[in-house]
């Protein structure tokens, strides 16, 4: 039996993330699912917390859907915890992250919108080339039921990004078009995706472009391994996976 078995609760946990993280800890020896916090949910195969004052863990995973999560932040920051939060939801505001920053001074505090690892070095490998690049446009597809767009993946990298000087190109599309950072991002929502993103970067003399494809949501699974790994490690605030994988590898 392995000593010091660090409990994990989840928020959202009947939604498709919370169901992939709860079915992944079952796996792991170091780890146990100690509940979740969905007010609507009837769960019988964990304690179903009504309350986030009810919660017994060392650390909460946050996967409530958009039109939620700043809303559950702004509890979570009012309330007296004790275990650190990771986030994984997308839809969160300007203003949330401020309030999680300042929480991240006394617990830890993971923003992660996007587990997957691929997106993650996307998102390094466009940041260091845009001093490079001038112009640079995003198309982002996702499924049908994500409400929310641009994904938070794309606004993340849109304000991550060089884009002075950026040419944004037509804006007339039948898909939803948005310009953040300068940058515009193409939203395409239709079943025939799971998640896309497409960085398209130029100058005057050649074109770079990076794709990224989620065929499965077991891709995020690396994700979130690379995070349980690391907990142990970490205090303070983060954001991205790629800070993570920073903090981790020294890269």
Not at 85 to 114: A, C, D, Q, Y
Not at 182 to 204: C, G, P, Y
């Amino acid at each position: 039996m392995i000593d010091n078995i660090k409990k994990i609760a989840i928020s959202g946990g009947n939604g498709k993330m919370g169901k992939l993280l709860s079915e992944h800890i079952k796996g792991k020896d170091s780890f146990e699912v100690s509940g979740i916090y969905d007010p609507i949910s009837n769960s019988k195969e964990y304690k179903n917390f009504k309350d986030y004052k009810e919660i017994k863990a060392d650390f909460l995973f946050e996967f409530s859907p958009s039109n939620k999560i700043n809303e559950n932040i702004e509890i979570l920051c009012n309330e007296q915890l004790n275990f650190g939060i990771i986030i994984g939801s997308s839809g969160i505001s300007e203003e949330s992250i401020e309030k999680l920053k300042v929480l991240g001074e006394r617990l830890l505090v993971i923003v992660i919108p996007n587990f997957s690892i691929g997106a993650s070095y996307q998102k390094l490998m466009s940041v260091i080339l845009s001093d490079v690049f001038v112009n640079k446009d995003i198309i982002e597809k996702h499924h049908s039921q994500k409400k929310d767009a641009p994904s938070g993946t794309a606004i993340d990298l849109a304000n991550s990004i060089n884009s002075i000087n950026n040419e944004i190109n037509e804006l007339e599309s039948e898909n939803i078009i948005n310009v953040i950072n300068n940058i515009k991002i193409e939203s395409i929502r239709s079943d025939e995706f799971l998640a896309e993103q497409t960085v398209s970067m130029s100058n005057e003399y050649e074109i770079f472009n990076t794709e990224h494809i989620v065929n499965d949501r077991k891709a995020y699974l690396s994700g979130i391994n690379l995070v349980l790994d690391s907990l142990e490690d970490l205090e303070g605030y983060y954001f991205g996976l790629e800070s993570i994988l920073k903090n981790r590898f020294k890269i």
